[in-house]
């Protein structure tokens, strides 16, 4: 099984490399038992019982695995030359590698406390890694992360004990066992709603995700923002299909109050953006903005939306990481953060800043990139589930992404440096070919002549209802 | 008929875009080659899609596997004479620029941008439905941003911040529109839809709305138009001449096809016929255009008396003359069947200012690269040292005031039909007002005219600059402009039998009414009179008014100000209160724990237990910032700290899971 094999790594920097490599191999070497709806697993009952430690992969474990693996490698790679600069990089690529065992281990979990567990240890690792500068600001951050990150586990766990109260399992493999819409379910839809929305950035549980991922060195930025918010909505897609059923929530009407947290994390995420005048906060915000999109694509209930909604986990993965680790290259080779500086900077990296524009295209939903795609999808998933008003929210989210995104465009091509530019500074291969491959992948998810990405999806999407009980 | 061949014509000049640019990093000369050899080779696509489709009615092509919906090429009359016509004037106005753009920085991106800009403003008009017709729409938008500031310039940046901004917004309104209409229809191709709208519960005029606001900022229509005599006077002039002539139709074209496609009802074959239903949302519909078309052409026509530089006239010219175009959709639309005039009238306005208003930025161009001077207080006496470019002028002027024998006399006498047609179809006094307005405006664009003529080409003229002439490449191009320009003029009823009517077939006018327009002789006594009235209303106010120099407009005359300001600083207001809601953040999060520590205090849930981290987190939260700085927090040995976490954690886990047991 892939997420067992990799904690115990020493690392070192090609170390860290080949082993998500490696990892990403594993993963791909999943697809044939999960093709078709298929499900792989494998159960230690010895261990930490009475539960056991159990995986399970279907499609919806796949993808995730498969775009956490993806990120991954590129990171790592890319990590060799940035790290050079900092310091404790063997602690970095360890604790680098542990978030990585988590990230798959909550994917492939076939319980919830196998889930629990592994999500933990992905939350409790990353702290490493916001922590990594060790200045005071970066302590700071790291402490209300680790605040948020316990008040979320709290809740998580008292969402599972309700969970194993009511049903007397915490396996994931049974669908929609819960009988909805009475008292005691609710709290423990609310709880693992604040558990993995608290991942997930939702606002009002947002408030770690733009102090922690800016003060984190740029490659741990890029996967915190890119993949692990992913996993809280990865977490979110379980309880409502899988724990819950679809068909039940939105009889229930609780969907409705993700809906709405969605909304306005989508707003005030990309509303708060444009407020801010670092470029690593901004990035942080829109990441906040962006998960509102996840969160609205997921509590739709319509197979049409979930589609959009995998794919957008799979096209933010790959857009935020690709801006997360072009902010970095710039920051390291300019030493400029905000944005008033950046002024003239295509001049001085034209192959970073020019995978910055495709990747913040991608963000602002333009076409022909990822991002169009999946807003396109989702949009049409709002109108299929007879709610308008989402569709005119994610239009409105893109215009405010032009706003924040365009004037850092702006003036990197066509403002006069402050000082002095220094033509033609780049950063090295092994920074240049990840970010030079996100962007491609930007416009690839889009228009390959046939979509594997999108295929993927739905392939997801029709599992996951399937699983959860038909309503497609 | 199935071909490729549209989405050829549609990809070449980006192709031709990258090839140039990579050739350009060799040599300036080989680019040039590249560029003119892709506007000619895209010229050539079109001649011969045009062929077909003169055969065969329509060439259509789908390319089902791109971006999840699929690209649909559909190409009609109407969308290829379009394209025909970008295709045409884009390959004269390469032609002018090379030298131009000699005297710029950055060629290579600016041509790069340019064929980029071809490549989409072609694709729209051979887009077969509104999705493929938004990707193009975009790439026309964005790659025109960096023409406009190509000088970089805090001018040239300040306007193209209003003309990304508003483009955004617009493009936003019209995938709205293709939302709204791939989820009631299933597709978002041109077609017949009043009817399936109305049985889905969706109102045809919201859809309408979206889109025509959408199409309306690239038309310039008022009051979307601010951006447009910021932009177009900023950019190299080869890149005005297509922004104004050519770009901004594309709004026009969007609603054309949004007023008298999609808001038709189709028959079982989806040919179009008209109902009640839909003869009254064509009323609605187009009494909206004929007034907004009558406001965009007379403010346009005010402001651009008053505009104190050469391109910012011809800019605020241009938002005048779409204002006629759209005044004629308007017509189309009222009328509903019997509009076969009114459309006809807009469509060859459309081609007409295409040429005239590209040859006079052209002229604007060969002036500034002679004086390198922009206000027309610093121009004058002109016609002599350069006097090709001079009848240049004139010839273009012709065509904009309408004189008889240059090409807008033809447009402008049938839109005069037109407006008295819908009067005569139930427009009444209303009909009677705008065609006063119709009048008066077209007084006013003479008065422009002359103030271009007097203050550029005659009177006293200041030493020049550079005293170089033009070469032959730009003559030329000046010259078939021009040529172009008196052609219609001269000859209409060839362009009238052989273009606008195959393009008005396309749609659903009655043969009659399509059968008038071929007929129709311009040449009239009757006809006559209206040029003659703008010129008699245009030299009386010139003579009255217009002679002396003007600063800027009064601020109670410009939308700007009246609209756009209060906006904008209702905007920074927005970023100002985004800022304090940020500082407002420790409050929600205050809320946030509090709320959460209530839940789980009401759930009588290990109070001891929690009590630790949660005090600690409580007193986080409330210690001023200062304090949170303090070394505590700071000089943690982080393994150790982590240590403990997890221990409290395990700790904190294990004890709750018994006690919530204990509990049940």
Same mark, same amino acid.
């Given at each position: ?54 995986? %399970?992969? $279907? ?28 310091? $404790?990089?063997? %602690? ?39 922590? #990594? $500068? ?44 819960? +009988? ?25 549980? #947002? ?6 991922? +800016? ?66 906060? %901004? ?83 333009? +076409? ?56 033609? %500074? ?19 998810? $889009? ?26 | ?41 895209? &010229? ?266 050469? *391109? ?43 040429? &005239? ?32 470019? &001079? ?20 447009? *402008? ?24 307005? &119709? ?65 008005? *077939? ?159």
């Amino acid at each position: 099984m892939a997420p067992a094999a990799r904690i115990s790594e020493r690392a070192r920097d090609q170390a860290a490399f080949w082993v998500s490599l490696a990892v990403l191999l594993l993963v791909c070497s999943l697809y044939p038992a999960v093709s078709g709806g298929g499900v792989a697993g494998v159960s230690f009952p010895s261990v930490m019982p009475p539960f056991g430690l159990s995986f %399970r992969a $279907d499609l919806l474990s796949f993808t995730l695995g498969l775009i956490t693996a993806l990120i991954w490698v590129l990171v790592s790679l890319y990590s060799w030359e940035y790290m050079l600069h900092e310091g $404790d990089r063997t %602690r970095f690529y360890a604790f680098l590698l542990l978030t990585l065992g988590g990230c798959l281990g909550t994917v492939m979990a076939g319980d919830l406390i196998t889930l629990y567990l592994f999500f933990e240890v992905m939350s409790l690792a990353a702290f490493v890694l916001v922590v #990594h $500068d060790g200045t005071p600001q970066a302590m700071r951050a790291g402490y209300l992360y680790l605040l948020m990150t316990i008040g979320g586990a709290l809740a998580l766990f008292f969402g599972i004990i309700v969970v194993y109260r009511l049903t007397g399992s915490v396996a994931l493999t049974v669908p929609g066992t819960l +009988p909805a819409a009475s008292g005691l379910p609710f709290a423990a839809f609310l709880a693992l709603l604040a558990g993995f929305g608290m991942k997930a950035g939702m606002v009002p549980l #947002h408030i770690w995700l733009p102090e922690a991922h +800016p003060v984190a060195p740029s490659p741990a930025s890029a996967l915190l923002s890119g993949i692990m918010i992913k996993i809280g909505a990865y977490g979110l897609i379980r309880v409502i299909y899988n724990l819950f059923d679809p068909a039940s929530v939105g009889n229930a009407g609780w969907n409705q109050i993700v809906l709405v947290l969605g909304a306005i994390t989508t707003i005030w995420g990309s509303v708060l953006a444009i407020a801010q005048t670092d470029l690593k906060r %901004r990035l942080a915000y829109s990441s906040i903005g962006q998960m509102g999109y996840v969160l609205i694509g997921l509590a739709l209930l319509s197979g049409r939306a979930l589609t959009g909604d995998v794919f957008h986990i799979l096209s933010h993965a790959v857009m935020k990481s690709c801006l997360f680790l072009t902010s970095g290259a710039i920051i390291l080779q300019t030493g400029r953060r905000t944005i008033e500086e950046l002024k003239g900077v295509a001049k001085e990296m034209p192959v970073t800043m020019g995978a910055f524009t495709a990747a913040a295209f991608a963000m602002i939903g333009l +076409p022909p990139f990822n991002g169009f795609l999946s807003k396109w999808i989702i949009g049409l998933g709002a109108l299929d589930a007879g709610r308008a008003f989402y569709t005119v929210i994610l239009l409105l989210s893109s215009f405010l992404n032009a706003v924040y995104y365009f004037p850092i465009i702006v003036n990197a091509y066509f403002k006069p440096p402050a000082e002095e530019a220094i033509p033609r %500074r780049e950063v090295g291969y092994t920074m240049l070919v990840p970010m030079v491959t996100l962007a491609v992948l930007t416009v690839l998810f $889009d228009v390959l002549p046939r979509n594997l990405p999108l295929e993927l999806a739905q392939a997801t999407a029709a599992a996951v209802f399937k699983a959860g009980g038909g309503l497609l | 008929m199935s071909t490729p061949l549209p989405a050829l014509v549609g990809i070449v000049p980006a192709a031709g875009a990258v090839l140039a640019y990579g050739a350009g990093r060799r040599s300036g000369r080989l680019r040039n080659a590249a560029v003119f050899t892709t506007a000619a080779a895209a &010229f050539a696509l079109c001649c011969w899609l045009n062929s077909i489709v003169r055969r065969q009615g329509a060439a259509a092509y789908r390319i089902s596997w791109a971006l999840g919906e699929g690209l649909t090429f559909h190409v009609d009359a109407f969308g290829a004479q379009l394209a025909l016509l970008v295709a045409l004037v884009w390959l004269l106005v390469t032609a002018f620029s090379f030298r131009y753009v000699a005297h710029e920085h950055a060629p290579n991106r600016f041509y790069l941008m340019y064929l980029l800009t071809f490549s989409g403003c072609l694709g729209v008009f051979l887009a077969g439905d509104l999705f493929t017709l938004y990707l193009f729409f975009e790439l026309m938008t964005f790659a025109a941003y960096p023409l406009v500031v190509h000088e970089e310039s805090p001018e040239a940046l300040e306007a193209g911040g209003f003309y990304l901004y508003l483009s955004v917004a617009g493009g936003l309104l019209i995938l709205l529109g293709a939302f709204l209409l791939r989820h009631v229809l299933g597709t978002t191709a041109w077609m017949p839809a009043a009817d399936r709208l109305q049985e889905a519960g969706v109102n045809p005029y919201l859809l309408f709305a979206l889109l025509c606001a959408g199409f309306g900022v690239k038309a310039g229509m008022l009051p979307l138009h601010v951006w447009l005599p910021r932009a177009h006077p900023v950019a190299p002039s080869p890149a005005s001449a297509l922004l104004s002539g050519l770009m901004i139709k594309a709004g026009a074209y969007g609603i054309a096809r949004s007023a008298l496609v999609l808001l038709q009802s189709g028959d079982a074959v989806g040919q179009a016929v008209q109902t009640a239903y839909t003869a009254a949302v064509g009323h609605g519909v187009g009494t909206f255009l004929l007034w907004a078309g009558a406001a965009t052409m007379l403010g346009g026509a005010i402001m651009a008396i008053l505009a104190p530089e050469f *391109k910012k006239v011809l800019a605020y010219s241009s938002v005048s003359q779409m204002g006629y175009i759209i005044f004629g959709l308007g017509g189309a639309a009222f009328l509903g069947s019997q509009g076969g005039v009114a459309f006809g009238a807009a469509w060859l306005h459309m081609i007409n200012h295409a040429l &005239f208003k590209s040859t006079l930025f052209l002229v604007a161009g060969a002036v500034m690269q002679h004086t390198g001077k922009r206000r027309l207080s610093d121009l004058g006496g002109l016609a002599r040292q350069l006097p090709l470019v &001079f009848v240049a002028f004139l010839v273009a002027a012709g065509g904009l005031t309408g004189l008889p024998g240059f090409n807008g006399y033809v447009s *402008k006498t049938l839109l005069h039909h037109a407006i008295l047609e819908v009067a005569g179809h139930g427009g009444g006094a209303a009909a009677l007002v705008l065609e006063k307005i &119709f009048v008066f405006t077209s007084g006013l664009t003479v008065v422009y005219a002359l103030r271009l003529l007097f203050q550029v080409f005659l009177g006293r003229s200041p030493q020049p600059r550079r005293a170089e002439l033009l070469p032959v490449s730009q003559e030329l191009a000046l010259a078939s402009l021009a040529l172009l320009v008196a052609a219609i003029g001269v000859a209409p009823g060839p362009v009238l039998a052989g273009l606008i009517l195959p393009a008005a *077939k396309g749609l659903r006018f009655d043969p009659h009414a399509l059968e008038h327009l071929t007929h129709l002789s311009v040449f009239t006594l009757h006809d006559l009179e209206g040029p003659l009235i703008a010129l008699g209303i245009g030299a009386a106010v010139y003579l009255l008014a217009g002679r002396r120099p003007v600063g800027a407009a009064p601020p109670w005359l410009s939308v700007e100000e009246l609209v756009y300001r209060p906006l904008v600083s209702l905007g920074r207001r927005t970023v100002d209160l985004a800022r304090a809601l940020e500082l407002a953040e420790p409050a929600s999060r205050a809320v946030a724990w509090a709320a959460g520590l209530a839940v789980l205090l009401r759930l009588r849930m290990a109070r001891t237990a929690l009590a630790l981290p949660f005090y600690r987190a409580w007193l986080f939260l409330v210690t001023p910032g200062a304090r949170r700085t303090s070394p505590e927090w700071s000089e943690v040995n982080i393994g150790f700290d982590l240590l403990l976490l997890a221990a409290t954690l395990m700790v904190l886990l294990v004890g709750m899971f018994y006690l919530v047991r204990a509990v049940w």
